[in-house]
């Protein structure tokens, strides 16, 4: 089993907003880092720190985290964001990297 | 821009050993304190981290694997390498070379994979 649990799943209907989390204890040491995958793609970061967007990535996308609880929210959730989210970070020992067992967002 | 590209056999017999190879351009393997680093995708499954080399030569491998994964580089042609001894059907996979870095804060430090090649199926069978 991963260090990070993740929601295997969620939906959401066009245009509402969406939360996904992402808990494990690393999380009180190291900021979750988020990819998005697509069918047939490599995964693509989403969101990063405290509450970091890489270029080109869209403002609908933003992170928090609080205790051992990281959190992507996409406010106004659209077609294209249907896909596999992951986590990322440590594992609680800090000597490894981890990765959560990934959500499927389903737009609606 | 960093890019990464995977490289290597599509096809391994089980108990052989999977070789594949990550050429970088647009940074070096060698500067820049990051960590040069490998993943997997087993078909319909999620990520899995198998290791990564830090820009200075340091290995850290997974320890699910760790007896059977070398991660080594190669300055001279910007490239680092897996290898993955005696593999079985259940090492097929997409494998992905991928740079990782972090950012030491007082109290919490920051994490991220910024730049992933386009990924390789590898599959296991005889």
């Known amino acids: 089993s991963s260090e990070l649990t993740q929601d295997p799943a969620v939906s959401v209907a066009l245009g509402q907003t969406v939360r996904i989390t992402c808990q494990g204890d690393?999380?009180?040491?190291?900021?979750a880092s988020w990819y998005q995958q697509k069918p047939g793609q490599a995964p693509v970061v989403v969101m990063y720190?405290?509450?970091n967007r890489p270029s080109g990535i869209p403002d609908r996308f933003s992170g928090s985290s609080s205790g051992n609880t990281a959190s992507l929210t996409i406010t106004g959730a659209q077609a294209e964001d249907e896909a596999d989210y992951y986590c990322?970070?440590?594992?609680?020992?800090?000597?490894?990297?981890?990765f959560g067992g990934g959500t499927t967002v389903t737009v609606l | 821009q960093v890019q990464l590209q995977e490289s290597g056999p599509g096809l391994v017999k089980p108990s052989e050993t999977l070789s594949l190879t990550c050429t970088v351009s647009?940074?070096?393997?060698?500067?820049?304190?990051?960590?040069w680093s490998w993943l997997r995708q087993p078909p319909g499954k999620g990520l899995e981290w198998i290791g990564h080399?830090?820009?200075?030569?340091?290995?850290n491998y997974n320890p699910s694997l760790e007896s059977r994964v070398t991660i080594s580089k190669d300055t001279s042609k910007n490239q680092f390498s897996l290898k993955l001894s005696s593999v079985t059907a259940a090492d097929t996979a997409i494998y992905y070379c991928?740079?990782?870095?972090?950012?030491?804060?007082?109290?919490?430090?920051?994490?991220?994979?910024?730049?992933w090649g386009q990924g390789t199926l590898v599959t296991v069978s005889s």
């Open positions: 991928a740079r990782y870095r972090e950012n030491r804060g007082l109290i919490i430090t920051t994490t991220i994979f910024d730049y």
């Open positions: 647009g940074g070096s393997v060698s500067s820049g304190s990051y960590y």
């Open positions: 080399m830090y820009y200075s030569g340091s290995p």
């Open positions: 690393s999380l009180r040491r190291y900021y």
């Open positions: 720190g405290k509450n």
């Open positions: 990322n970070s440590r594992n609680s020992s800090g000597n490894h990297v981890v």
